[in-house]
């Protein structure tokens, strides 16, 4: 696969939707829709969570749709998940 930034110049995170927001912890949503360098649509929806001890990332957790990405990103799309 290759760089994120390189295949998807365009990426952004959008409408990012906090669900949790505590001193020590935020669980949040965000999405991004734009299209690859090649023109093929790039449409993705990810889960984050942070956990923070004495100022300092303890945890970094995210969530994506693998098969979404692999539609976008690979140049077979899913037929190139290895099984």
Do not use: H
Not at 36 to 65: C, H, M, N, W
């Amino acid at each position: 696969m290759t760089n994120l930034g390189e295949a998807v110049p365009t990426f952004s995170f959008q409408a990012p939707d906090i669900l949790i927001d505590t001193p020590d912890q935020v669980f949040a949503e965000y999405a991004v829709e734009t299209v690859t360098a090649d023109g093929r649509p790039f449409s993705q929806v990810y889960a984050g969570r942070l956990v923070a001890k004495d100022g300092s990332i303890t945890l970094l957790r995210e969530s994506l749709d693998v098969v979404r990405a692999a539609r976008a990103m690979l140049p077979g799309g899913v037929a190139d998940i290895p099984r």
